[in-house]
C-alpha cells in the first residue's frame, strides 16, 4: 500500500534514510550499551529471562525465574510483552552474539526506526507530499519525549507505542476509506498498541483515537452509516486479540503487590504542569516536560485558524496539553485514569498530533505569525533537547566510567502480603531474610528431603517420611504453580513461599507452572478474534464474486 503511494519515489529511500537517522540518534547507548536510566535496570534484568524462554520454544513466557535473587516473580502475567518479543527476534536475529546491554540499544534502533516508518505511512496515506512525510517522520523520531523515554527514563514498552500509536490512525483512515484490509489492520495495531503499553494505549484511547474517528464518522456521515460500526468492530477486535496479555493482567492483580504501580512517585497528582511544587520527579523532569509542552504549544498555536484534519490535530494537540497542566483534575481521578502514573505521558499524543498538523498544513513559512510562533516553538524545544543532551552526555561519562545500571526487580511484582517497612522507597526492595532461605526445607524432618532445580524455575522433589510432611520451596508463591501429582499449595507466612503437605511415604514430586483459567480464556478470546478478521477479510472477495456472477 506503502509503495504504491509513494509512486516513483518507492519504500526503499524514505525506509533507508529512517533507518540512518534511528542509528544517529541511537548511536550513545549503540556504542556504549544501554545506559542508566529510570528504567533501565527492570530492562536488564527482564530482557535476557524473556529472551531465553522465547528462543527455548516457550513463545509467551510469563514468568521469570531468576528474578528476585532466584525466589522468581510473574513479571509478564502483567507487563505488556510487545518490546521484549522484539528484543527476543534482535536476540535470534544476531545469534546471541551481543550482551544484552548492546542487545537492547539495537532493540531501541528497531523500535525508534519503526515509529519513523509508521509515521511516514500514515502521513503519505493523509496525501502528506514525500518530502514533508519524510521530514514529518524524522520530526516524530526526533521528538524531545521521544528520545527522552530512551535516555532518561528508559521507558522501553513507552518507547514502543510510538511505532503503534500511527499504525492506529492509518488503521482508522483505512476503514474510513473502506479499504479491504481496514478492520484487520485497525484490530492488529490497536491489539499492538495495547501490547506495547498499557497506561499509554489507554491515554491514547480517551483522547486521539475518539477525536479521530468521530472526525471521519462526520466527514462520511452520510455516504457510509455504517463507519462507526466497522470501527468499533475493529478495537474490539483488536482487544479480543490483546486478550491473552489483558485478561491475565487485569485478573490476577490481588496476588502481587500492584498497588506500587500508583503510589509514591506514580501518583498522578505529582505531574500536573500547573503544580510543580508537588512534583518528587528530579527537577530536570520538570524542565524538560515543561519546554515540550511550550514548544508544542506554540507549534499548535500557529496553525490556528485552518480547517479540516489540520484543525482536528490542533485541537487533539492543545487539549491533550490542557489535560497535562491540571486544569481538569477531577478527569484524573477516575478510577481507570487515575492510575496511568504521569498526566505527562500525554506527549506522545501532543507530538503525534501536533507534528501532523504542521505536515498538514501548507504554505505555513509564507505566514508572518505561524513562522515566528514555530521559531518560537523551535526554541522552547531547543531546550528539552539540550537539558536531555546534557543528561545523556552525563550518563555516558558514568559508562565510561564502569558504572553501568545495576539489575534489579520492580517492587509491584512481589507477592501479595510480602512484608514492607513503612518507609521503604519504591528501590528499596529488602528481601531479608527470603533471598537467604533454603532450595527445600521440610517438617517434621523426614528421611529424605531433597529438590533439584530444573529449567525456568520448576522443580523436582523427593521426600520419604513416615508422616505427613509441610514442604516449603525458595519460590514466591502465585497461583499458577502446580506439585505433580496434585498437591494443594499455599503460600506461608511471612515472606509467602510456595508451601503445600505432602503424605508420608516416597514421594517422587514436581513443581512447575500451570496454564492459569485466565490465560486460557485469552487465547480463546484471541483465537476467536483472529478467525473472525480473517472471516472479514475474506468475505468480501466471496460476496463481490458472487454479485458478479449474479
Known amino acids: 500500500m506503502v509503495a504504491r503511494i509513494d509512486g516513483d519515489l518507492g ?16 548511536l550513545p547507548s549503540l556504542v556504549w550499551g544501554t545506559l542508566p536510566s ?31 535473587d532466584g525466589l522468581g516473580a510473574p513479571t509478564f502475567y502483567f507487563y505488556p510483552p510487545l518490546t521484549f518479543w522484539v528484543d527476543s527476534l534482535v536476540r535470534g536475529l544476531t545469534l546471541d552474539l551481543l550482551s544484552t546491554s548492546w542487545r537492547l540499544s539495537v532493540t531501541s534502533a528497531v523500535l525508534l526506526w519503526a515509529s519513523g516508518a509508521a509515521m511516514h ?104 452509516p455504517f463507519f462507526l460500526l466497522r470501527c468499533g468492530l475493529g478495537f474490539v477486535l483488536g482487544l479480543g486479540l490483546a486478550a491473552p496479555y489483558l485478561l491475565p493482567a487485569l485478573d490476577l492483580q490481588a496476588f502481587v503487590l500492584i498497588e506500587w504501580m500508583w503510589l509514591y ?33 506554540l507549534a499548535s498555536l500557529s496553525l490556528l485558524g485552518r480547517r479540516g484534519p489540520v484543525l482536528l490535530w490542533v485541537a487533539v494537540s492543545l487539549g491533550a496539553l490542557v489535560l497535562m497542566s491540571g486544569l481538569v483534575p477531577w478527569l484524573w481521578h477516575l478510577p481507570v485514569i487515575a492510575k496511568v502514573g504521569f498526566s505527562w505521558r500525554l506527549l506522545i499524543v501532543v507530538e503525534f498530533s501536533a507534528i501532523t498538523a504542521v505536515c498538514l498544513a501548507r504554505g505555513l513559512w509564507r505566514e508572518r505569525a505561524p513562522r515566528l510562533l514555530l521559531l518560537l516553538a523551535a526554541a522552547a524545544l531547543t531546550v528539552a533537547a539540550t537539558v536531555t543532551i546534557r543528561g545523556i552526555v552525563v550518563r555516558v561519562e558514568l559508562a565510561i566510567k564502569g558504572e553501568v545500571p545495576a539489575e534489579q526487580d520492580a517492587r509491584e511484582y512481589l507477592p501479595a502480603g510480602f512484608p514492607q517497612r513503612s518507609d521503604a522507597s519504591y528501590a528499596d526492595l529488602d528481601l531479608e531474610p527470603a533471598v537467604r532461605s533454603p532450595l527445600i526445607a521440610c517438617s517434621p524432618t523426614p528421611r529424605v528431603c531433597r529438590a533439584d532445580a530444573g529449567r525456568f524455575g520448576a522443580l523436582r522433589i523427593e521426600l520419604d517420611s513416615d508422616q505427613p510432611t509441610t514442604v516449603v520451596v525458595r519460590r514466591f508463591a502465585f497461583p499458577a504453580w502446580r ?33 492459569l483459567p ?27 464474486g458472487i454479485r458478479r456472477r449474479s
Open 11 to 26: 519504500l526503499a529511500r524514505p525506509l533507508f534514510l529512517l533507518a540512518l537517522a534511528a542509528v544517529a540518534l541511537m
Open 38 to 68: 529510570h528504567s533501565s535496570l527492570h530492562n536488564l534484568t527482564w530482557a535476557p529471562q524473556f529472551s531465553e524462554q522465547v528462543l527455548s520454544g516457550i513463545l509467551y513466557p510469563r514468568w521469570l525465574p531468576e528474578s528476585f
Open 121 to 224: 505511512a500514515w502521513l503519505r496515506l493523509q496525501n502528506v507530499e514525500r518530502q514533508a512525510a519524510l521530514f514529518g517522520a524524522l520530526a516524530y523520531m526526533m521528538a524531545p519525549y521521544h528520545l527522552i523515554d530512551h535516555y532518561l527514563r528508559g521507558a522501553i514498552a513507552e518507547f514502543a507505542a510510538y511505532a503503534a500509536l500511527p499504525l492506529v490512525m492509518a488503521g482508522v483512515s483505512l476503514v474510513a476509506r473502506r479499504r479491504h484490509a481496514g478492520i484487520f489492520a485497525l484490530a492488529a495495531s490497536y491489539a499492538a498498541l495495547v501490547m506495547s503499553h498499557l497506561p499509554t494505549a489507554l491515554l491514547i484511547s480517551f483522547t486521539a483515537i475518539p477525536a479521530y474517528t468521530l472526525f471521519e464518522a462526520y466527514q462520511a456521515r452520510m455516504s457510509d
Open 265 to 297: 512517585a506514580f501518583q498522578i497528582d505529582h505531574s500536573f504542569l500547573l503544580t510543580p511544587a508537588s512534583w518528587v520527579q528530579p527537577s530536570y523532569m520538570f524542565v524538560v516536560i515543561a519546554s515540550c509542552a511550550a514548544g508544542w504549544s
Open 483 to 515: 506439585v505433580t501429582p496434585p498437591l494443594p499449595t499455599t503460600a506461608i507466612d511471612p515472606y509467602r513461599l510456595v508451601s503445600f503437605v505432602a503424605p508420608a511415604g516416597r514421594q517422587d514430586l514436581r513443581l512447575d507452572r500451570q496454564t
Open 518 to 544: 485466565a490465560e486460557r480464556w485469552g487465547w480463546i478470546v484471541a483465537t476467536l478474534s483472529l478467525i473472525s478478521l480473517v472471516l472479514i477479510v475474506a468475505w468480501r472477495p466471496v460476496a463481490t
